[in-house]
């Protein structure tokens, strides 16, 4: 009786005391999604850049283009009235085009156009790339077109990288269409953008703040260490299981210092010869003796 009561407490307190779950699994991409959700889409920048230069260089007369500026998720083009500028003029224009009306304010010595910049770079939310060869391939084109490159920063995340710099020139508007098409593919975005007229007609003086967003290499190698270090120390273990082994060698017994060594007999050394002797008959010697003489004659 006693031991079915204690067999029932102890599935009693086991009921009562559940253990607690565990906390879900930290997402190593939560920065990155982050970032990316929140990025804005540089074509999306360059393209309403584009449009506000070219609006900002059709103003009419006694307005002043004075700058297109990345406002926070907004994108901006500025004018000024001159010593000759009428606001009746400026709400004339406006009337013309009808689509920029919701976007413009108009006080008695400024006009103002504010677009909202609504995509961003969530298509990269599930998918991440490698930071190279894409960096140095958007850099190098740059530079190759006549943009000077300056300020690049790299910050270091735990699962992804973010690479900054800075490209300025004085140009044309149509170069933003090449870098529309440059960073399209790309999860690149844009954190600043200046345009100002430069003086030449035409021309502008542009500034944009570009950051590309990609795989960290330390955290490739983080992931696959374990399946490097198995490698290392599996493959020689298995390569001294398969591989052919000789076999033991023989012991070489000791000799004794004064242990007698046997050797070989030596074959008998050859016998010597007796020495040819080689006799001449009388006439030979005689021929020998005149010849001799009529030499010391002469």
Same mark, same amino acid.
């Given at each position: 009786?006693?031991?079915?009561?204690?067999?029932?407490?102890?599935?009693?307190?086991?009921?009562?005391?559940?253990?607690?779950?565990?906390?879900? /699994?930290?997402?190593?991409?939560?920065?990155?999604?982050?970032?990316?959700?929140?990025?804005?889409?540089?074509?999306?920048?360059?393209?309403?850049?584009?449009?506000?230069?070219?609006?900002?260089?059709?103003?009419?007369?006694?307005?002043?283009?004075?700058? @297109?500026?990345?406002?926070?998720?907004?994108?901006?083009?500025?004018?000024?009235?001159?010593?000759?500028?009428?606001?009746? @003029?400026?709400?004339?224009?406006?009337?013309?085009?009808?689509?920029?009306?919701?976007?413009?304010?108009?006080?008695?010595?400024?006009?103002?156009?504010?677009?909202?910049?609504?995509?961003?770079?969530?298509?990269?939310?599930?998918?991440?790339?490698?930071?190279?060869?894409?960096?140095?391939?958007?850099?190098?084109?740059?530079?190759?077109?006549?943009?000077?490159?300056?300020?690049?920063?790299?910050?270091?995340?735990?699962?992804?990288?973010?690479?900054?710099?800075?490209?300025?020139?004085?140009?044309?508007?149509?170069?933003?269409?090449?870098?529309?098409?440059?960073?399209?593919?790309?999860?690149?975005?844009?954190?600043?953008?200046?345009?100002? /007229?430069?003086?030449?007609?035409?021309?502008?003086?542009?500034?944009?703040?570009?950051?590309?967003?990609?795989?960290?290499?330390?955290?490739?190698?983080?992931?696959?260490?374990?399946?490097?270090?198995?490698?290392?120390?599996?493959?020689?273990?298995?390569?001294?299981?398969?591989?052919?082994?000789?076999?033991?060698?023989?012991?070489?017994?000791?000799?004794?210092?004064?242990?007698?060594?046997?050797?070989?007999?030596?074959?008998?050394?050859?016998?010597?010869?007796?020495?040819? @002797?080689?006799?001449?008959?009388?006439?030979?010697?005689?021929?020998?003796?005149?010849?001799?003489?009529?030499?010391?004659?002469?």
């Amino acid at each position: 009786m006693v031991t079915s009561i204690g067999i029932a407490g102890s599935y009693a307190y086991r009921g009562v005391t559940k253990p607690e779950p565990l906390p879900p /699994p930290v997402d190593p991409y939560l920065a990155y999604r982050t970032a990316v959700n929140q990025s804005l889409l540089a074509p999306e920048i360059l393209h309403h850049a584009l449009s506000l230069g070219a609006i900002g260089s059709g103003l009419p007369y006694g307005w002043q283009f004075k700058t @297109v500026s990345l406002q926070g998720d907004t994108i901006n083009l500025t004018a000024e009235r001159t010593p000759d500028g009428q606001r009746t @003029v400026i709400m004339s224009w406006l009337k013309q085009y009808p689509q920029l009306l919701p976007y413009s304010q108009v006080s008695l010595e400024s006009l103002s156009m504010t677009i909202p910049l609504l995509q961003t770079l969530q298509k990269w939310h599930d998918k991440i790339m490698p930071i190279e060869p894409s960096l140095s391939s958007v850099i190098d084109t740059q530079v190759a077109l006549g943009w000077q490159m300056t300020d690049l920063t790299t910050d270091n995340g735990l699962v992804s990288i973010t690479s900054r710099w800075t490209a300025t020139k004085e140009t044309a508007l149509s170069e933003l269409v090449s870098f529309h098409q440059m960073v399209s593919q790309l999860p690149v975005t844009i954190t600043q953008l200046d345009i100002t /007229p430069s003086g030449t007609v035409g021309y502008f003086n542009i500034q944009i703040r570009f950051a590309l967003m990609g795989q960290n290499k330390r955290f490739i190698m983080k992931k696959y260490m374990k399946w490097i270090v198995l490698c290392v120390v599996t493959l020689p273990a298995i390569g001294y299981l398969f591989y052919p082994q000789s076999s033991a060698p023989t012991p070489v017994p000791p000799v004794s210092q004064y242990q007698s060594i046997a050797t070989s007999s030596l074959p008998e050394p050859p016998q010597s010869h007796p020495s040819i @002797v080689i006799k001449l008959d009388s006439n030979a010697e005689k021929i020998i003796q005149k010849s001799m003489s009529w030499f010391k004659e002469n």
